[in-house]
């Protein structure tokens, strides 16, 4: 039975590195008996609309030569389809914090040659409103923050720059108001930052939220409340060294998904 797989390509990511190899992931594609069909991005939301055409012809595999936003509209193009192709990712964008959850090789070769010999993972996502994630949702400051990164900022400081700009949002002091509800308890907290996470990756930090497992069935929610500019570095370090639960002040617990 001929097996039928899609590559979707977001020719921007990573310096248009998805171009160059294309046609490396086409070669063994087909040594491995599947039809390949290629589409290429141009605007928001194509990469959701070709993953829903993978769904609904039956796709066995679908994979991604982007970042973090091709993966996450595809998920969003999968995740209530009858059908759900297979995913394989070959990670091109800044940041790459869904590659680096579920651990594929950052270096673009070594990410398409799993390919060849692939061990399958299943991985949670979680849902807000109509939007389906699959690593991270942030409200606040940093949330604001990756808004305003410039693609020259991303090129020359990587993930670094979404933290210099989350550090200027931080010192606005920029407070709201949140009601967390967990199992049969409600908070209501003056928060900066609220952190709702499914893996243990966050700004392009491995093991930053440390007991997030990619299918534990759990969201890990935390939240931020005033700090001042110590605080605020103990947090960045706390992130690094993957002890965010370390920081009880703000530790609001964890949801079944």
């Known amino acids: 039975m001929e097996k039928h797989a ?117 991985v949670d996502i979680g849902k807000i409103n109509n939007h389906y994630f699959m690593n991270l949702v942030n409200i606040g400051a940093i949330a604001e923050a990756t808004y305003q990164v410039t693609a020259e900022q991303k090129s020359k400081l990587g993930s670094l720059a ?15 108001s949140v009601k967390i509800k967990l199992n049969e308890t409600t908070q209501e907290l003056d928060a900066m930052l609220v952190l709702i996470a499914l893996t243990d990756t966050f700004g392009g930090f491995k ?18 409340q005033e700090m001042s500019t110590l605080e605020i570095l103990s947090i960045i370090t706390s992130l690094v060294n993957g002890q965010l639960k370390d920081q009880h002040t703000f530790n609001i617990g964890k949801r079944r998904a």
């Open 162 to 176: 979404y933290f210099i700009e989350g550090l200027k949002k931080f010192n606005e002091k920029d407070i709201f």
């Open 6 to 122: 899609m590559i979707i390509i977001n020719p921007s990511s990573g310096t248009e590195k998805s171009i160059q190899f294309k046609q490396d992931v086409y070669d063994i594609l087909i040594e491995k008996d599947y039809s390949v069909t290629i589409n290429e991005t141009k605007k928001e939301n194509d990469a959701k609309n070709f993953a829903i055409q993978a769904s609904k012809d039956a796709f066995d595999l679908i994979t991604i030569m982007g970042g973090d936003g091709t993966v996450n509209e595809v998920i969003n193009g999968i995740a209530e389809q009858e059908h759900r192709p297979k995913l394989h990712i070959i990670p091109l964008g800044t940041v790459n914090n869904f590659a680096k959850a579920v651990e594929i090789p950052l270096k673009t070769q070594q990410a398409i040659d799993v390919i060849k010999d692939p061990t399958e993972k299943l």
């Open 207 to 224: 093991n930053a939220v440390s007991e997030a497992d990619i299918n534990d069935g759990y969201l890990h929610v935390f939240v931020f």
